[in-house]
């Protein structure tokens, strides 16, 4: 996948360079020259991904990053430092002000090149759940590195060590729980591996090259990502040495981040928090996401589906009838005399009630029907798959279903008797089916159950 | 990125061979040996690509295509048939069933294993769209080929052709608008295009391997991908002749699709008509999403953040402030006698006094202030990185700012005059902040502007 990478760098031959290497990849390429030209350049374009040179004149590269990673504008966007001097001291700097790699020149291109498709790969994700648009809608402002490492601090992350000897997963898992203040576990085999993620899957895992039963460690992570349940899971890969081509290979199969082993017990502590960094803010985004779905879909009161979900589902169904040429009904039910309910019990027993009656709802349908509330004792069912026959047996039901026991109410020892006015609209092809039509001809009929003495069903079926 | 395979073929040489091609690459491979049991692995383990063989004894493979894209459980997943006779009308009739690809036997690995990373990387995408967990939740049941359909017919589709010699381009163009019933436009430079999707991105885009102003079909296709605007746009790429290495390429760039030139028109279109079927779909889940995130965060009278999203935005806040060190001001904001504004001219008079309200305040405060209604006449303004003396300063602002001129409410020629009282909070570091003792300090102090006579502004500050 093609995307915009900013390389900042003071020095005119490294800028060259790098945009030869990524055009050579088809990747556009924005040049800053300096520090201060660089987080400028980030903040009016955006750029995927972030190649940032460590030595600069003005600010240096640590400084820029942290900047970057304070901004909730930019702090989402993957930086990968570029340094001459390769130092652990200097490594560790870079990845605790945020970077999500550090690289050594002269560049190795598999590694660089794996690298920027991966966090490329994993900033389009990120995008996709932020729902950002032009208008800088969406989930509001991003999440700095400060609230991200919060977020590790307030606890509950979990992680799971594997490798072969068992020894070195335990050492691992007991230095990093130590460090990060983190839950671990560790094993040594795949399938152990396996069992213990399907049970609980873990924010990260810790692979290493080496897994006991004579599995690769490359088939349990590609396993892991297969899976549905660590899907989401951050994963970092123990490579043994300095091996970049099976570093190149482990970012392709999904691996969130990889280490050289035996790893600085710091840098490790560094590289994992960053994941379960991202981790977090991902779920917190995902789990905004599927509120404000929840929301936008369902009725408080009753946990029904709300008007407007109901009418958007009947524009599916229609258009499914349409073309599958099979008939549906569509039902509208009105609580008889809900008022009074309300006005002797008071709201909270009205409330109950039109609970009572979502339930006894549920019970009389299908799993394909559509149930909904369309506003205080007003609800609709539709039915695809179904004739007038089976529509009209349905309605029967449900009517029978809410007279045939009292509703519990507090303060109401014998419960309330309650009926309903069903009104039943069966349509099929190829006549023309159009929502609003389908919803007044329900409405004639329940008006029609209404005048003819409540507490009953009428069907209204159009000949084909 | 790693993942679940299933392969449908009767003949167990083509299931040994698929399984260890695909098992060398890392993928975790589902086996079925007949078109139904296909149907039912597909269904219990919602595989992420299914590749499809095409004569099999109990029901071929276009009926198995068939019954996956009229599932709505089971629509979203890619299929890619594979046949030893690969006829034009053969392949015409499986992208006409839904399929994805069409590949013919002896399989190019080049070619399966991009066209696999591509639908993956789709696949992925979508799922995160859908929000789909094991619980079946999310955004609901899918949405078949019908639908998707369904969805082109309803009209507004636009596709963009580039290619040069324009005619090539404007020739595809009229051919497809014809047979799609879609909005075409078409031109022969990069530049050209890239300005025509800055004015009004276009649904799909088909690009020639040859434009003009001697640029590369590829570099074309890599800045539409770079763009946020064609980001999300499908991107056909038309590869001359059979270039297998060319067209693994273009889908690891980012195409959604390719076609071998001369194309086949009615191939193009059932390839066209595909991929814009997955553009609607997408299209829709992001604006249900989006839809559902708005409804979630915003107050629908006043446009402002509502209670449930200024607590949350509020732990941000003091997460950052214990990070930065820096001081920010919680405020309370109460409308004064509100209730007489309901009683004497009405409810919709209410509304207007809190809806001109909420535009005052939003005038008052900065972009990063948080402002929200937390219900009936109570307010909420969260200001970070201020001192005491400027949030006094800017509370004093509001309330002069609704003190100074009368609220427009109809049938009142003269309008309201309204009055705010407001209690602010000043906390910073290295005091304990806590979400529920800052709400409590400047509910405490909205209590003393209120008995204090109202129309006032009272500060609580902690000297740290």
Request: glycine residues 8%.
């Amino acid at each position: 996948m093609s995307g915009r990478i900013l390389v900042i760098d003071d020095v005119e031959t490294n800028r060259v360079i790098l945009r030869t290497k990524l055009a050579s990849q088809y990747y556009s390429v924005l040049l800053a020259e300096s520090g201060y030209h660089g987080l400028d350049l980030a903040t009016r374009e955006e750029p995927d991904v972030i190649l940032l040179d460590v030595v600069m004149p003005d600010i240096d590269g640590f400084e820029v990053c942290r900047r970057l990673k304070a901004d909730p504008c930019l702090a989402h966007i993957p930086v990968v430092m570029i340094t001459a001097l390769n130092s652990p001291e200097e490594r560790l700097r870079g990845l605790e002000v945020g970077a999500d790699d550090f690289l050594s020149r002269p560049l190795c291109d598999l590694a660089l090149f794996a690298r920027v498709r991966n966090l490329m790969r994993s900033k389009l994700m990120f995008d996709e759940l932020r729902l950002r648009d032009r208008t800088c809608g969406g989930s509001g402002p991003g999440t700095t590195l400060a609230e991200g490492d919060a977020l590790i601090a307030s606890g509950g992350s979990s992680v799971l060590f594997v490798s072969d000897p068992p020894e070195e997963a335990q050492d691992w898992a007991t230095r990093m729980g130590r460090r990060l203040g983190i839950r671990t576990m560790s094993c040594d085999a795949g399938q152990t591996a396996l069992n213990i993620v399907r049970e609980a899957p873990p924010d990260a895992i810790v692979i290493s090259q080496q897994v006991r039963d004579g599995v690769d460690g490359r088939q349990l992570l590609a396993a892991l990502r297969s899976h549905p349940d660590t899907r989401q899971s951050a994963i970092l890969f123990a490579v043994q040495g300095e091996d970049f081509a099976l570093a190149a290979q482990v970012l392709d199969l999904g691996a969130s981040d990889y280490f050289h082993t035996p790893p600085d017990p710091a840098e490790l502590a560094a590289r994992l928090r960053a994941q379960l960094r991202r981790k977090l803010i991902s779920d917190g985004l995902r789990s905004t996401l599927r509120d404000g779905l929840r929301l936008a879909m369902v009725d408080p009161l009753t946990g029904l589906f709300n008007r407007r979900y109901a009418l958007h589902h009947l524009e599916r169904i229609v258009a499914r009838a349409r073309a599958t040429g099979r008939g549906f009904a569509t039902m509208m039910l009105d609580l008889d005399s809900f008022k009074s309910v309300n006005d002797r019990y008071g709201h909270p027993a009205g409330d109950a009630v039109l609970r009572q009656f979502a339930d006894r709802l549920r019970e009389t349908v299908r799993g394909e029907d559509l149930v909904a509330r369309l506003g205080g004792e007003e609800f609709f069912v539709a039915m695809p798959d179904v004739d007038a026959r089976i529509a009209a047996q349905v309605a029967e039901r449900m009517r029978v279903a809410v007279e045939s026991a009292p509703f519990v109410v507090d303060g109401v020892p014998e419960g309330l008797s309650v009926t309903v006015s069903i009104g039943v609209s069966v349509g099929h092809h190829p006549e023309p089916l159009e929502v609003a039509e389908l919803i007044n001809r329900a409405d004639a009929a329940l008006y029609a159950s209404k005048h003819g003495g409540r507490n009953m069903v009428t069907v209204v079926a159009n000949a084909a």
